[in-house]
């Protein structure tokens, strides 16, 4: 893919396409399939379904290097739609991705498309620090092409910054580079700029020199690569107008009217008017100025056209925005809701186990009071039974003592005495005994009862857990 990109987009196109059933081999094949048309400069041919199918398997799975792949190529779609803030927002997720892997390469390509957004953006500064980041792992990746084009990002912001030296370093690092690489897009775009940098300088012959170069590089290069002479015109006929040869400066200005972009057209214009001011060709100066005036009239337009779209684009932008937060606000409510009811459910099967719990602990209280209760009642009908048996005893051995002393009378009195106490203290014994197994009987039924009760309450509990 990296060394022979061309070769890969031909194997993949001549492969038959995996099944969608086999949503890893399908995602994989359609993640290669747009890196390789980006690689072999086919981005119109590029399908955003491919890169979607992508999207949706990979981004559920734990691999960060194919996550930071598919949001990368997903930013670039979104730079080709002219979607700069998604772009930027895909980008930055990549690279949280890219930071978790060694594919430097990778990280290298993130880095420079977010600071060229920046740059875009005119936040220079911090398209410089995305910069320095780009090269630092294109040199981490090895790749000289990667080294090439991120020398040449740091020569272009620094040339914005307004930093002439850096600018000037990085710029030439970057042709040294190409030169080696026969990378002719970089080598034409470096020399062209860094032309415009020594002309900022004032240091117009080496800016003459590498404009000649790059002009010289494109007449010769295949078709992609001719298209925009007309830049190099006008950058060569400015340079001779600053450093006074009039003639060279009109002939390659001239050619320059030939550009079917209004911008160049409109700067072509107002160099020749200022040139024909310096030379106090004043009918020159009223044709070239009047020709300013009408392109400069439609260049207005047409920023004017392009900002009333982007407006048009931000307002679509804003309104999508607002539709994804409101279902937002309106998906969170009904979270909440469902949250509250489940909260008030799980509340309310809390209160009733404790309401049983409480219940089953109030019965087994009781029960335990009622054990104790039959327990006290036995006990003490067992003493006075035990008291009863001893005092019939007492009974009998009197009836005999009586039997025996039929002849002294008092003796014979105070012992009927006694075994009348005696029989009236069995009689109220008895009587107790008979109220105790009462309460005995009793507790006994409540106690079956509320063991019964107690085992349906335990059985009901452990239904209202469940």
Request: net charge neutral; charged share 25%; aromatic share 10%.
């Amino acid at each position: 893919m990296y060394e022979h990109p061309d070769s890969a987009l031909g194997v993949l196109q001549g492969m038959k396409v995996p099944a969608s059933s086999d949503k890893l081999q399908n995602a994989t094949w359609a993640l290669l399939t747009v890196q390789a048309k980006y690689k072999n400069y086919k981005e119109e041919l590029a399908d955003s379904t491919l890169i979607n199918i992508a999207y949706d398997y990979f981004m559920k799975q734990d691999n960060p290097q194919r996550k930071a792949m598919v949001l990368y190529y997903k930013g670039v779609l979104y730079e080709k739609a002219d979607k700069k803030n998604e772009a930027q927002e895909s980008y930055l997720k990549a690279i949280e991705e890219a930071e978790k892997t060694k594919d430097y390469q990778l990280a290298h390509l993130i880095y420079s498309s977010i600071g060229n957004i920046y740059l875009y953006n005119s936040l220079n500064e911090y398209a410089l620090q995305m910069f320095k980041q780009s090269l630092h792992y294109a040199k981490l990746s090895e790749n000289k092409n990667y080294i090439c084009s991120a020398y040449y990002d740091l020569g272009k912001v620094y040339s914005v910054l307004f930093d002439f030296d850096n600018s000037i370093k990085y710029y030439k690092e970057a042709i040294q580079m190409a030169e080696t690489l026969h990378n002719n897009g970089i080598l034409i775009n470096g020399m062209n700029e860094l032309a415009g940098v020594y002309t900022e300088t004032k240091d117009y012959q080496p800016a003459l020199s590498y404009a000649q170069k790059a002009l010289i590089l494109k007449e010769t290069s295949e078709l992609p690569l001719k298209k925009r002479l007309e830049q190099s015109y006008l950058v060569i006929g400015d340079i001779y107008r600053r450093i006074n040869k009039t003639d060279s400066a009109y002939y390659y200005l001239n050619k320059t009217l030939s550009s079917n972009r209004m911008e160049t057209i409109c700067a072509t214009y107002e160099i020749l008017y200022n040139l024909s001011k310096e030379k106090k060709d004043y009918e020159k100066m009223s044709l070239y100025c009047d020709s300013m005036v009408v392109y400069q009239d439609s260049v207005w337009k047409l920023h004017k056209n392009k900002e009333l779209m982007n407006m048009q684009e931000k307002y679509n932008q804003q309104k999508l925005l607002n539709e994804k937060n409101q279902l937002k606000i309106e998906n969170n409510t009904i979270i909440r809701n469902v949250l509250i009811i489940l909260v008030v459910v799980f509340c309310l099967i809390a209160i009733l186990i404790y309401i049983y719990q409480r219940k089953l602990i109030r019965k087994e209280h009781i029960i335990q009071r009622h054990e104790e209760e039959i327990q006290l009642n036995t006990l003490k009908r067992q003493e006075n039974e035990r008291i009863i048996s001893r005092n019939q005893s007492r009974m009998k051995e009197l009836a005999e003592q009586m039997e025996a002393n039929k002849d002294a009378q008092e003796q014979l009195e105070e012992q009927k005495n006694v075994l009348s106490e005696i029989k009236c203290q069995n009689e109220a014994l008895q009587q107790e005994n008979k109220m105790l197994q009462q309460h005995i009987d009793k507790y006994s039924s409540s106690l079956n009862e509320k063991s019964k009760e107690l085992e349906r309450l335990g059985l009901l509990g452990e239904e209202k857990v469940v």
